[in-house]
């Protein structure tokens, strides 16, 4: 990849230091990791017919393949892509890395355990289908020795080699993996930071969650379980996956997390956002301000509680003087009954109505009300004190919390002094109160749609008789409908309510926004959630063509591994096809196009047959003349230059 030259902003004031002056001051600063090879001229295109063979082609063959100079190697191989692949991994360490990642597995009489790995890459890149293709499809390419020496490895073995190595890796080589994955990734994801927070002014990341299937028979997928995948339920794996948005490479595949089939989508929110925070080095402002109000607000709540079970503490004291008195009266007027009664008795005398003895006995029957009456009234003050207690006690632990969550706020922007905004698109599943409120004081812009379709219902009954609706897409109005105060989340959104007319029916549907500004005109909002399908295109891409779709391992560590080799691999294609445009001498229109779509280069371009040829002049891939890139000539040579990293968005403070 060669890294653009820049470009300088005019400013009308010449002492203003704006974001975009201190990044192309550091863009001019940051060195560059240069691998030095022989520079070649410009890249040609050639119209030729598929078995054509032009001039230009022939000429570089006859000039490289016949010439003999130092020591030459002609070989031929039918998988031209991961020749040119481990190469570019070769340049970049890819392949020293992995091959000082920890295995606890003793060397075979062929080769170490990390060929292994390296082979099992080798065969996602390649977009094999099965573990057995590595070996046993047409032209395998663990038999292809110019694929083996393009990875720099002695041989590949088995695939049952590959199974038993990946049944030996631990947590320990799982995370040596991420690591070295994530080490050659890091240049390039800051430069793509870099530069789209320079064109843009603030970065877009989505989040989503994707199944991963087995078998609903099957018993020997470790914690494999039943949940909800692709529009049904099913048995497997859920993954949650990052992407980002940029200008230069249209996406970036960052993070994925494993979790169990049964989980849901809101559960893996926060795991997520954290893990994308660790990998850009970079992240937006925390809004310590609300969380200071939301303190606030709580304080008040429980010192009204307080104040509350103050006065119901006067109040028992009220009823127990009222018990205790009537507990005397009683007693007094139990002792005059007593009296009468015996009076009464002793002279032969009958009780009436108004006698003595019936005036005490009222007035001893009323002190036994009252007394039964304080006794009702003070049960339920108390129940209503140890409700209000227990209401205390709960918001003391969570003022207790968000004391903890302030001060951990309050830390992280001291220590973050270029924070960056940054939007975050989430669907529906993610959208639950506690990860709004979560996300809104991290500091996101938040762009997501509402939970359950009970949020639609309660907007549509806010419309008005005679609404204006604003057309947002092709079968789709919507209407703003202001604030909407969400369950469970303190902060209220921005709505907007979206009707589509479909065929059937016609369906709503409600979006949510978050921001200090006002949110866009309907129509840009509407495009600007929906642009969200970026990561789900980047799923369907990792399931189409990087294995995702189907496990070629049983072994947890080995799934695992394939799904981080999946999400890289999306990336180094990327990269790599940028890398070769820079070494094209010239190619046909067919190859051309193919550099620019990621599908044909791992499912084609990596079965087509070309000539490759290695001696002092350079590294020269021609393509076979008989297939669809006939012509097409790539000569490793040129700068291979990778940007280091942003160190602008990744320094402590003193």
């Not at 395998?140 to 020496?149: G, N, S």
């Not at 200071?292 to 104040?307: G, S, Y």
């Amino acid at each position: 990849m060669i890294i653009p030259p820049q470009t300088k902003q005019q400013t009308d004031d010449p002492f203003a230091d704006t974001l975009d002056n201190i990044l192309e001051k550091m863009l001019a600063e940051i060195p560059l990791r240069v691998i030095p090879v022989v520079p070649q001229g410009n890249v040609y295109e050639i119209t030729t017919k598929p078995n054509g063979t032009s001039p230009e082609a022939r000429r570089i063959a006859e000039l490289v393949g016949d010439q003999v100079v130092g020591d030459e190697i002609d070989a031929t191989t039918d998988h031209a892509w991961s020749v040119v692949l481990g190469y570019f991994a070769q340049a970049l360490g890819l392949v020293a890395g992995l091959e000082a990642v920890p295995l606890g597995q003793r060397k075979g009489p062929e080769c170490g355990p990390q060929t292994k790995l390296i082979e099992f890459l080798v065969g996602i890149l390649g977009s094999i289908e099965y573990l057995q293709d590595l070996n046993l499809s047409d032209n395998p390419i663990a038999k292809d020795p110019t694929v083996v020496e393009a990875w720099a490895q002695d041989t590949f073995v088995h695939y049952s080699g590959v199974s038993r190595t990946l049944g030996a890796a631990d947590e320990d080589t799982l995370m040596a993996v991420v690591e070295v994955l994530q080490t050659l990734s890091r240049p390039f994801i800051d430069t793509a930071v870099m530069e789209t927070i320079r064109q843009e002014g603030r970065l877009v990341i989505d989040v989503d969650l994707t199944g991963r299937e087995v078998s609903s028979t099957s018993t020997d997928y470790p914690e494999a379980s039943f949940g909800w995948m692709e529009d049904g339920i099913s048995k497997g794996y859920q993954a949650a996956v990052t992407s980002l948005v940029c200008e230069r490479w249209k996406r970036l595949m960052l993070t994925l997390q494993r979790y169990t089939g049964r989980t849901l989508s809101a559960e893996c929110l926060q795991a997520a956002v954290q893990a994308v925070e660790e990998l850009l080095g970079v992240r937006p402002g925390r809004r310590v301000e609300l969380v200071r109000d939301r303190r606030h607000e709580l304080v008040a709540r429980i010192q009204k509680l307080e104040e509350a079970l103050e006065r119901t503490r006067r109040a028992e004291n009220v009823f127990w003087q009222r018990i205790r008195e009537a507990k005397v009266e009683i007693e007094g007027l139990q002792s005059t009954v007593t009296n009468w009664e015996t009076e009464y008795q002793a002279q032969g005398r009958e009780e009436r109505s108004h006698c003595r003895l019936a005036k005490a006995r009222r007035r001893l029957t009323s002190a036994q009300k009252r007394e039964n009456r304080a006794w009702r009234d003070l049960k339920k003050l108390q129940r209503q004190r140890d409700k209000h207690r227990s209401t205390v006690d709960e918001l003391q632990d969570e003022l207790l919390a968000l004391d903890e969550w302030l001060n951990y706020l309050e830390t992280d922007n001291q220590t973050n002094l270029n924070p960056v905004s940054i939007v975050l698109r989430i669907d529906a599943g993610f959208s639950i109160g506690p990860n709004l409120a979560w996300l809104i004081e991290m500091g996101y812009t938040v762009r997501t749609k509402a939970h359950n379709g009970s949020t639609a219902d309660s907007l549509r009954r806010r419309v008005p008789v005679e609404a204006r609706w604003t057309r947002v897409g092709r079968n789709a109005k919507a209407m703003y409908m202001g604030d909407y105060s969400h369950n469970d989340c303190p902060y209220p959104l921005r709505a907007m309510l979206v009707r589509y007319h479909l065929p059937e029916e016609t369906r709503y549907t409600a979006l949510l926004y978050y921001d200090e500004d006002p949110p866009p005109p309907l129509p840009e909002w509407f495009a600007q959630y929906n642009g969200r399908q970026t990561i789900e295109a980047g799923i369907k891409e990792g399931k189409g063509v990087f294995t995702l779709k189907r496990h070629l391992v049983r072994s947890p560590i080995g799934m695992q591994l394939q799904e981080q080799f999946a999400l890289f691999g999306a990336n180094f294609v990327r990269w790599a096809a940028a890398w070769v445009k820079d070494m094209l001498r010239q190619a046909n229109h067919n190859f051309t196009t193919a550099l620019d779509q990621v599908k044909t280069l791992a499912r084609t371009v990596s079965r087509a047959r070309a000539r490759w040829v290695r001696n002092d002049l350079g590294h020269t891939l021609i393509f076979s003349e008989e297939g669809p890139f006939s012509g097409t000539v790539i000569c490793l040579s040129g700068l291979v230059a990778v940007q280091l990293a942003l160190h602008l968005f990744k320094f402590e403070p003193l």
